[in-house]
């Protein structure tokens, strides 16, 4: 789904995504937007315009996160790293700053996608962390014996680290990794996913015990 209310720019996208194989819906608004969320499950990746008349992008990024685990590109003018920052904060897999080819948004919806299939059967072994519970097989989360609602780049971000107990591991590497990016990439991404996963897999994020920043190297997973 494109949400764009530059009818032109959005016509353009919709035919070159089109060509490339993509089958694209567009939405003219933010309440568009979100009212095809409602109505139809079948959305594989959104692609979001910050800004939109009524009910922002930013907003609109916050209610489809709240409700689904969709990946979520914003398309953005201001390239300012506050404007990216809130909207990697209220979870979006990725940015995209415009005008772009669309040949670089079809290859960063493959990443996104990329990211969200599931794990080969038997790739890794379930994992447990004092009373957080990883089964990479079955794609879950819990702690407490609850739930968690990951997104596929905070599931893979999670695996990585708990992949690699004691590592430090760098904001690059995490880039290469887990978004797939075989270039430099935006280091806001990282630290922005991380402060999303910290909020749901530590008792306390303000002092986490599990996700370590180690400072100007990255990020550390430790073994409670």
């Known amino acids: 789904m494109l949400v764009e ?11 070159a995504l089109g060509g490339l194989g993509h089958d694209v819906r567009v939405a003219a608004s ?32 916050r209610r489809i996160r709240a409700a689904s685990t969709v990946p979520l590109i914003l398309l953005t003018a201001r390239g300012d790293p506050v ?27 493959k990443a996104v996608l990329r990211r ?33 609602q990951l997104t596929a780049t905070e599931l893979r971000l999670l695996l990585e680290f708990a992949d690699h107990p004691g590592q430090v591991l760098s904001r690059q590497v995490l880039l290469k990794q887990v978004w797939d990016y075989g270039y430099v990439g935006d280091s806001r991404m990282v630290d922005a ?19 370590r920043t180690v400072r100007g190297l990255g990020y550390r997973w430790e073994r409670p």
């Open 116 to 148: 969200s299939a599931p794990s080969p059967a038997g790739s890794r072994p379930g994992m447990r962390f004092g009373s957080l519970e990883i089964d990479p097989l079955a794609m879950t989360v819990t702690r407490n014996g609850e739930e968690l």
């Open 83 to 109: 404007d990216v920052v809130v909207g990697l904060e209220h979870g979006a897999d990725d940015y995209v700053v415009k005008p772009t080819e669309p040949r670089v948004l079809d290859a960063r919806m």
């Open 5 to 15: 209310d530059d009818n032109a720019l959005a016509e353009a996208l919709a035919l």
């Open 193 to 211: 996913a991380v402060a999303r996963l910290r909020a749901k897999i530590e008792e306390d994020p303000a002092h986490p015990v599990l996700l």
């Open 30 to 61: 933010g309440e568009q937007a979100l009212g095809l969320m409602s109505d139809d499950a079948a959305t594989d990746v959104v692609l979001l315009d910050v800004m939109l008349p009524g009910i922002d992008g930013f907003e609109v990024c």
